[in-house]
C-alpha cells in the first residue's frame, strides 16, 4: 500500500466584533480600540505539505479573490518561519475558503494564524506560545486572535487579549456583499466624520460584558456597538437597507462587523437563525447570507500526517 503523503490541516475560525470602539491614534498614527472579539464556527482548512517549490491554491466560493503569492498572509508566514527556522522549508499550500475575504471577519488573518500552526506542526519545529505571539503580532493585528478564538477583549491595536467570561451560544446570520470594503479607507472616513467629535478612551462598556454573562441573546443583542458603522454605511449606503431589512425580519439586534460590509444579525435560537436567512435571501438585499455560531475555538489541527 503506497504511504499517504505527509500535510497538515489547521481549521480556523472567522471572527465578528461584538462591540469596536475606537479611541485616539498612538504615535504611529494607529487607532487604540477597545474590542469584543467572538469567533464564529465559519472557517478555513489551510494544508501544508513539504514540497520542492512554494505553492499555494485556494478553493471553495472566495477563491478568485485571494492572492497565491507572498501577498497571501499565510504564504508569507510560511516564507518567514522557512527563512528563520533551518527545519522548515518550502511548502504547497491549500486553503480551502469560506471565510469572506475582506468581508470584516478577518480571514486573511484566520489563514495567517492556521499556516503559523501547521508549519510549526509539519516540521516540527517546537516553536514555544511567545514565538507565535509574536509572529503573529508582526504579520496583524487580527492573528493573535485567531489563534486563541472563543470570546476576548482585545486592546492596544486589539492585539492584546484577554479572556472574557462567557455563557451560552449565540446564533448569527451573516449578510454578505461582493462589494469588498477597505479597512483603511474605513478608517479614513472614521477619521474624517469624527474630525470635530472628541474621541475618549477605547473602553469595552460594561452592559455588553454583562449580557455576555448572562448568556441572554437579548441583552446581548442591546449591548452590540461598532464604532465604524457610521463609516462603513457612509461609504457603501446600501448597508442600512440591509440593517434595517433583517430587524424588521425578526433578528434581535445587527452590526457590522469590523470595518464591514458584512452585517451580523443575532438571533433567538437555530430555528430563527434559519427563518432569518430564507427572509433575507429571498429579500435580495445581500449578496449572500451564511449562519454560523459562537463561541468557537481558535486555529486547531484537524489532520496530521508527519513525514517518514
Ligand atoms: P480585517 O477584518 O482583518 O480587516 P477582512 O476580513 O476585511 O480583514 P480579509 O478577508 O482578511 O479582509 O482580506 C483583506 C485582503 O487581504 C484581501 O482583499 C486580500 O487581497 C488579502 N489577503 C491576503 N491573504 C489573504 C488570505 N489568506 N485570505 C483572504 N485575503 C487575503
Redesign the pocket.
Known amino acids: 500500500m503506497a504511504a499517504k503523503q505527509p500535510g497538515v490541516t489547521v481549521r480556523v475560525p472567522a471572527k465578528v466584533n461584538l462591540c469596536l470602539n475606537v479611541g485616539p491614534t498612538d504615535g504611529d498614527g494607529y487607532h487604540q480600540l477597545a474590542t469584543v472579539f467572538h469567533a464564529v464556527d465559519l472557517t478555513d482548512d489551510v494544508t501544508v505539505r513539504p514540497s520542492r517549490h512554494w505553492e499555494c491554491t485556494i478553493t471553495g466560493p472566495y477563491a478568485d479573490?485571494?492572492?497565491t503569492g507572498h501577498?497571501?498572509?499565510?504564504m508569507r508566514v510560511a516564507q518567514r518561519l522557512a527563512d528563520e527556522c533551518y527545519e522548515a522549508g518550502p511548502v504547497s499550500m491549500t486553503?480551502d475558503?469560506s471565510?469572506?475575504?475582506?468581508?470584516?471577519?478577518?480571514?486573511?488573518?484566520a489563514?495567517?494564524a492556521a499556516a503559523m500552526i501547521a508549519v510549526d506542526q509539519l516540521f516540527n519545529l517546537q516553536l514555544t506560545k511567545l514565538d507565535f505571539t509574536d509572529l503573529a503580532a508582526e504579520i496583524?493585528s487580527?492573528v493573535p486572535f485567531a489563534l486563541t478564538g472563543g470570546t476576548a477583549f482585545g486592546s492596544g491595536r486589539g492585539d492584546q487579549l484577554a479572556p472574557v467570561l462567557t455563557t451560552g451560544r449565540y446564533e448569527w446570520v451573516f449578510a454578505l456583499h461582493h462589494e469588498?470594503l477597505s479597512?483603511p479607507k474605513v478608517y479614513a472616513e472614521f477619521d474624517r466624520l469624527n474630525a470635530h467629535r472628541k474621541i475618549g478612551f477605547p473602553q469595552v462598556p460594561g452592559e455588553l460584558l454583562a449580557a455576555l454573562r448572562s448568556g441572554d441573546p437579548r441583552e446581548l443583542a442591546g449591548a452590540l456597538s461598532n464604532d465604524l458603522q457610521e463609516a462603513a454605511v457612509s461609504l457603501m449606503p446600501r448597508l442600512q437597507d440591509t440593517i434595517d431589512t433583517g430587524l424588521a425580519e425578526g433578528a434581535l439586534g445587527a452590526i457590522v462587523s469590523?470595518?464591514g460590509p458584512t452585517v451580523a444579525f443575532l438571533t433567538a435560537d437555530r430555528s430563527a437563525a434559519l427563518d432569518l436567512m430564507v427572509a433575507l435571501t429571498a429579500s435580495g438585499v445581500a449578496d449572500d447570507v451564511v449562519s454560523a455560531s459562537g463561541p468557537h475555538p481558535g486555529a486547531r489541527v484537524i489532520s496530521t500526517i508527519r513525514p517518514v
Request: charged share 15%; proline share 7%.
Open positions: 479573490k485571494v492572492p501577498a497571501n498572509l499565510a486553503i475558503k471565510i469572506p475575504v475582506a468581508g470584516g471577519m478577518a480571514g486573511g488573518s489563514d495567517a496583524g487580527d469588498g479597512t469590523g470595518s
